[in-house]
């Protein structure tokens, strides 16, 4: 059965970091392109980051840049946010998918391109 659950999210004040995680399993990781989004309280869900199979090849959304880094172990079957920066526009649930294909520039923010999703975690930044 394919899962996948995010954790590391938490309370922290602006300025802050967090590292998210997404462990996977059912699937071959290795396989597919992964991202993280974000749904703020009372809004959609929106890409934040994209990563492809191999790693070699990240995208992220421009109220991130410079703040958010996205890698991710294969071997681990793990997929990472390495939140930096923080402010309290970033408060939210953070959500793991998988891509059904390779996804560029103008289609990774697609929520109808992702295949499978994770549960999410909680991220509060607040003073």
């Known amino acids: 059965q394919m899962r996948l659950v995010e954790s590391g999210g938490g309370s922290v004040q602006p300025g802050g970091s967090l590292r998210l995680s997404c462990a996977t399993s059912g699937f071959r990781f290795d396989a597919f392109d992964m991202a993280w989004w974000h749904q703020a309280p009372g809004k959609e869900r929106e890409a934040v980051s994209y990563i492809s199979e191999s790693g070699d090849r990240t995208i992220y959304a421009d109220s991130v840049k410079g703040r958010f880094t996205i890698f991710r172990d294969n071997a681990k079957n793990t997929v990472y946010l390495q939140m930096n920066r923080l402010k309290p526009e970033d408060t939210g649930i953070y959500f793991c998918?998988?891509?059904?294909?390779?996804?560029?520039?103008?289609?990774?923010?697609?929520?109808?391109?992702?295949?499978?999703w994770g549960r999410g975690t909680q991220v509060t930044v607040s003073s």
């Open positions: 998918g998988r891509a059904r294909w390779i996804l560029y520039e103008h289609t990774w923010t697609d929520p109808e391109l992702y295949g499978a």
